[in-house]
Nanobody, 121 residues
Framework: QVQLVESGGGLVQPGGSLRLSCAASGSSFSIYAMGWYRQAPEKQRELVATITRGGSTNYADSVKGRFTISGDNAKNTVYLQMNSLKPEDTAVYYC???????????????WGQGTQVTVSS
């Protein structure tokens, strides 16, 4: 059974930093991509950042220059370094992992349970 274990959320003051981690386990297939999404109260879930197995990254415009996503393929782990945090970054952050069967090219997507990030003075 695939599990995504997230850590690193919490309460931080505006301008502060947090680092989220997500470790995926339980799949016999290779990681195709991992990423972070967030959902604020009464808003839809939105993409924050993604990274492919090859290291290609994609960021939401709202976090470019402030957040950095990185990954460790050997550990099936993704990190999100969040700097210069703003109150509008407050949300539940969800880890996303896509595994791929390299033979059939079928993809399998999984979500973590979410970790709360609150930016407030």
């Amino acid at each position: 059974q695939v599990q995504l274990v997230e850590s690193g959320g919490g309460l931080v003051q505006p301008g502060g930093s947090l680092r989220l981690s997500c470790a995926a386990s339980g799949s016999s297939f290779s990681i195709y991509a991992m990423g972070w999404y967030r959902q604020a109260p009464e808003k839809q879930r939105e993409l924050v950042a993604t990274i492919t197995r090859g290291g290609s990254t994609n960021y939401a415009d709202s976090v470019k220059g402030r957040f950095t996503i990185s990954g460790d393929n050997a550990k099936n782990t993704v990190y999100l370094q969040m700097n210069s945090l703003k109150p509008e970054d407050t949300a539940v952050y969800y880890c996303n992992a896509i595994f791929r069967n390299d033979y059939t090219r079928n993809r399998y997507e999984y979500w973590g349970q979410g970790t709360q990030v609150t930016v407030s003075s």
